[in-house]
């Protein structure tokens, strides 16, 4: 199956994916260490450095191909209950980035890894 990884960090996510016999056709990820990480585990991924608030159409970037799975762990920080729950924290809105990819591929499945303080804010 292919899938897309979101908020990819190193590409963690991804080796399990392929692990399990899946193709990571796309990634995006903002921290460019993380990025360059990413670039060097998974050669064969196409990666999006940068804000994902930014990506216009996630079609453009994985064309004609069949996603059948987006992947992901959207930044938790801001709601995690072993932080300072802030609710002004910008990063708390970027799930719904993860929302917005998933509503326009309309792969089978999605994964989205995060904490429970996320349904309580």
Known sequence: MNVVDLFAGCGGMSLGFHLAGNKTLLASEK?????????????GTKVITGDICLVKDWRDHVGNKNVDGVIGGPPCQGFSLSGNRDKSDPRNSLF???????????????VMENVPGLLSM
């Not at 719904?96 to 999605?110: A, D, G, N, S, T």
């Open 31 to 43: 921290d460019e260490w993380a990025s360059e990480t990413y670039k060097a585990n998974h050669s």
């Open 96 to 110: 719904m980035e993860f929302i917005r990819c998933v509503k326009e591929l309309q792969p089978k499945f999605f």
